[in-house]
């Protein structure tokens, strides 16, 4: 059949099967597919385009919508030919390139042959086709690759036939597609074990008469007696797949002549309740092996598999397997997953990906069985995302927490590239290392022997205790004075934001009980911890607290009843809660008693006290936040000390005299000047700054007031900046 014919073939099967199929996209995807391919050839010397067509047929066969067609005509496109996504997009919309380059992505990854890899491999397959039409097309690819596979060289052949094996095969299953898995299965292991394979074969040939003869003498007895009774039925009969009689063969060890129920009869009915009729004229007829009795119609299996089973012993004493269902179970059966398609098909042409998920969601969460909760996860794994699966450049699977970064990747391989990562690529990209890694993506880690090692931020980048534990191990180890400056700085801010430095450092009993409470024999060895990440800052300070508190309330009681505690403040200056600290006003706004007042933690050395009206208050920035403190004026020194310092700025016209009259007001009031000098601005204005010693706001007002009515003088403002 010439390749032409093969897609009208095809189409006209579409046709029949869903008249709204959309056939002139599928029949532009096949013109598209065919030009990609135009010239390539695969293994056997056939033209390329025969594989997507086949590969169309088989996802026809299943049932599939448009889409998936479309995508399985174009499914190797993206990889083997220079077409992309957007062409895809453009010319068939989003969601056939979302499926083609869903199966172009699965079609990248490499297997491993470690069996422990399989269930992550499976789990993730799952996982990274967010829509699972993409695994279903992957499956047809699979098993037209299979079926072809005798053009490969013989290595591949194995390796292929593994895979298929350990990882397609079972999605198949789990997916409920039988027919797809029995295929899959048998043609494995033609590869993987050709001898056992041919075995089985020449046994099967051997006793094909006798079989045939059996399966027909048994549709016809059955079929009688359910005739008679009225039931309507189809009656289908077989021998088993050859891989299921070689499991048996091995798990029995027996040879393929020991293996009785190698036979199968089908019956399918109209009804629930003829399914249970129909038990009861088969257990009449032939008599049943105990135990081999399975109510799949009550308790469906996980993968959504519905139907009677029971094993009768036949005339010559032969047991065979008789299956019953109906025909909705029997679609089940055959086509698992892809029989929500069937079913679908004319009803709504389009199906939301969130429909189809609730669907296979109900399916899954349905089931009881213990041995499908692996699967139930792994669906979850997509469903409701907790974990990720990415790969290492060659090939292994490495299975994170959800939100994990190329970080905790390099750890999760070993401590040594963790600590010597200098940066990521991501698929062949250099990539930020806090990046959250995605399903399916390969990452590479930059290492170099000279990187002085992980950085600290990098605790707050990662999601793994692993690279917690390995990155703070290397900064306990690796730097120690680091360790200790670092500790003792963030120790010392946390200190003072929580305005417990002056206790920590001038009470060595409180510094002693937080030491012995955490098991540290020194302040070093604290810093240190601190430094590394081996105890946290705000562990350190909640017990500081509760030791000060300690501390204060003992005094308390202590002290004569009469004596009122004070706090005495040398500076007129209150620190909240720490009462006399170093204080120091600052230089761009001169506070003096009766300004409002924010006191601000300096890096080097007490508390700067600025006015709250300060242009420095206002544009702090938000890592400063926490630096700002509670100050307040202390009532009872202000008096006692005599002036504050404090800015003004007097604008006038340029009037011979206006100096002198402002030094006459300042001289008459006794205040001191500290700084006092004027320019002349243009157009006839001029500037004078003064600093001044003063008591307070109050005879600051008074003064102000009494310069602003000076002939001349403008305006006289407090300075700021
Ligand atoms: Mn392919």
Redesign the pocket.
């Known amino acids: 059949m010439d390749m032409k014919t093969k897609i009208d073939f095809l189409i006209e099967r579409v046709q029949k099967q869903n008249p709204s199929a959309n056939v002139e996209k599928i029949r532009a995807a096949y013109e598209c597919a065919s030009a990609a391919h135009e010239g390539q050839r695969r293994k056997n010397g056939d033209p390329y385009i025969i594989?997507?067509v086949s590969?169309a047929e088989i996802i026809v066969e299943m049932g599939l919508d448009t889409d998936s067609i479309c995508a399985g005509l174009m499914?190797?496109c993206m990889e083997d030919t220079d077409f992309q996504y957007d062409q895809i997009a453009e010319k068939f919309g989003t969601s056939v390139a979302n499926l083609v380059d869903g199966v172009t992505r699965l079609?990248q990854l490499h297997y491993s042959k470690e069996q422990e890899q399989m269930e992550d491999l499976r789990k993730m397959l799952i996982a990274m086709a967010k829509d699972i039409r993409v695994i279903l097309i992957k499956l047809a690819?699979r098993l037209?690759?299979m079926r072809t596979i005798e053009f490969m060289p013989e290595e591949k052949q194995r390796s292929k036939s593994l895979e298929t094996m350990e990882i397609y095969a079972p999605i198949a299953h789990r997916l409920g597609m039988q027919r797809i898995k029995w295929e899959l299965e048998d043609l494995s292991l033609q590869r993987l074990d050709p001898v056992g394979y041919q075995e089985i074969v020449d046994g099967l040939e051997r006793q094909r008469n006798e079989h045939a003869e059996m399966l027909e003498r048994i549709k016809k007895t059955i079929g009688t007696k359910l005739d008679e009774s009225g039931i309507r039925n189809s009656i289908s009969a077989r021998v088993k797949h050859i891989y299921s009689i070689y499991r048996k063969m091995y798990a029995q060890n027996k040879s393929i002549d020991e293996i009785y129920d190698i036979c199968a009869v089908r019956v399918i009915v109209e009804s629930v309740a003829d399914c249970y009729n129909v038990l009861g004229y088969v257990h009449d007829l032939y008599k049943p092996i105990p135990g081999r009795f399975k109510d799949y119609i009550s308790t469906p299996k996980p993968n959504g598999y519905r139907s009677l089973h029971t094993t009768v012993i036949g005339r010559s004493g032969v047991p065979f397997e008789v299956q019953i269902r109906t025909e909705e179970m029997h679609k089940m059966a055959e086509y698992g997953v892809a029989a929500h398609w069937k079913y679908k098909q004319g009803v709504s042409s389009k199906d939301s990906n969130e429909e189809t998920y609730a669907w296979i969601r109900q399916l899954l969460e349905s089931q009881q069985d213990t041995e499908a909760e692996d699967f139930i996860k792994a669906i979850k794994v997509d469903l409701f995302s907790d974990e990720v699966f990415v790969f290492t450049p060659k090939g292994d699977v490495v299975n994170l927490p959800a939100g994990a970064t190329p970080i905790d990747f390099a750890y999760g391989i070993h401590s040594a590239v963790g600590n010597r990562m200098t940066g990521c690529k991501i698929n062949g990209r250099i990539a930020s290392i806090d990046y959250a890694l995605q399903n399916g993506d390969i990452v590479e880690i930059l290492t170099s022997k000279e990187t002085r090692g992980p950085k600290r931020d990098w605790l707050n980048m990662i999601k793994t205790s692993e690279a917690r534990n390995k990155i703070k191990q290397w900064f306990k180890k690796e730097c120690r004075e680091e360790n200790i400056v670092q500790g003792r700085e963030d120790l010392d801010r946390e200190l003072r934001s929580s305005l417990l430095y002056t206790h920590f450092m001038e009470k060595p009993e409180i510094q002693q009980s937080v030491l012995t409470k955490f098991g540290y024999p020194s302040l070093e060895e604290l810093y240190a911890a601190i430094g590394y990440g081996g105890i946290t800052v705000t562990k350190v300070i909640n017990k500081v607290r509760d030791e000060t508190i300690r501390a204060r309330k003992k005094e308390e009681v202590n002290q004569p009843l009469t004596t009122n505690k004070q706090v005495k403040s040398d500076s007129g200056v209150i620190v909240e809660d720490i009462g006399n600290c170093k204080v120091k006003f600052a230089r761009c706004c001169t506070p003096i008693p009766g300004d409002d007042i924010i006191g601000y933690i300096t890096r080097g050395y007490g508390v700067s006290v600025h006015r709250k009206d300060c242009v420095n208050v206002k544009n702090s920035s938000p890592e400063d936040r926490d630096r700002w403190i509670k100050v307040a004026w202390d009532a009872n020194h202000i008096e006692v000390k005599e002036r504050f310092s404090t800015a003004l700025q007097v604008s006038t016209t340029d009037r011979m005299g206006v100096m002198n009259e402002v030094l006459q007001i300042l001289a008459n009031n006794h205040i001191n000047v500290r700084d006092f000098n004027g320019k002349t601005l243009s157009e006839g204005f001029g500037i004078i700054n003064i600093v001044i010693d003063v008591t307070g706001l109050s005879q600051l007002d008074a003064l102000i007031k009494k310069l602003r009515s000076i002939k001349g003088v403008i305006n006289v403002v407090r300075q700021s900046t």
């Open positions: 594989h997507p590969v499914h190797d079609g690819d037209h690759n």
